[in-house]
């Protein structure tokens, strides 16, 4: 079975550019998660969905970002305008909830706001 | 803020010997406890999860717990330098939402 899959995998843009991350979870599951990572703050956990209706959004920086999940196999990081601060490494991980929290990873984007 | 707290080392360990890695956290009320690796580059992976108190065994893994003192632990034995990553602690609070530690580098001597 395919894991979790996320597009692109780098994205090198300017700062003001609209930014689109992707990512479709494992088939079945149905808790998805959108991380941040960088070397000063660690993983952080920006927003999460169960069934595609977001439960928590604490973790959004600010207005400039916006995710959404128009349905169970597809969602969406948005960043817009981009700013230099926001380059890091975005996960995107989904699980399923009867069977626990394990929490499986895609390979990330890498993004550079330049 | 619920705070996860790991050395970020690098810790340094000979093959064969024990690496002990150890995460602290601040919400008492915290259920569920889980370790991840990640390799240089890649995505964190589940190494073991534990929910009670005292000891667990995968392997050559063993994580511990000790809900009072808040304190949880990753042993791995008889190291190998295919262990060489980062090592995130990860707690789960409410939900399904993990907060993670910043991660222990841990570095195996050939």
């Known amino acids: ?114 | 803020q619920k705070e996860v707290e790991q050395n970020s080392g690098p810790l340094s360990v000979p093959e064969g010997a024990i690496a002990s890695l150890n995460c602290t956290y601040s919400d008492r009320g915290s259920q569920s406890f889980f370790w991840y690796r990640q390799y240089s580059g890649k995505s964190p992976e589940l190494i073991m999860f534990i929910y009670s108190n005292g000891d667990k065994e995968d392997g050559r893994f063993t994580a511990q717990l000790n809900k009072a003192s808040q304190y949880v632990s990753l042993l791995i034995r008889d190291s190998q330098p295919s262990d060489s990553a980062t090592y995130l602690c990860a707690v789960m609070n409410s939900g399904y939402a993990l907060n993670f530690g910043k991660g222990t580098s841990l570095l195996v001597t050939p």
């Open chain 1, 1 to 114: 079975d395919a894991g979790v899959i996320q597009s692109p995998r780098h994205e090198v843009t300017e700062m003001g550019q609209e930014v689109t991350l992707r990512c479709k979870p494992i088939s079945g599951h149905d808790y998805l998660f959108w991380y941040r990572q960088t070397m000063m703050r660690g993983l952080e956990l920006l927003i999460y969905f169960n069934n595609n209706v977001p439960i928590d959004d604490s973790g959004m920086p600010e207005d400039r970002f916006s995710a959404k999940m128009p349905n169970a196999s597809f969602s969406t990081l948005k960043i817009q305008p981009s700013e230099p601060r926001d380059s890091a490494v975005y996960f995107c991980a989904s699980s399923l909830g009867t069977s626990g929290a394990e929490q499986f990873f895609g390979p990330g984007t890498r993004l550079t706001v330049l």
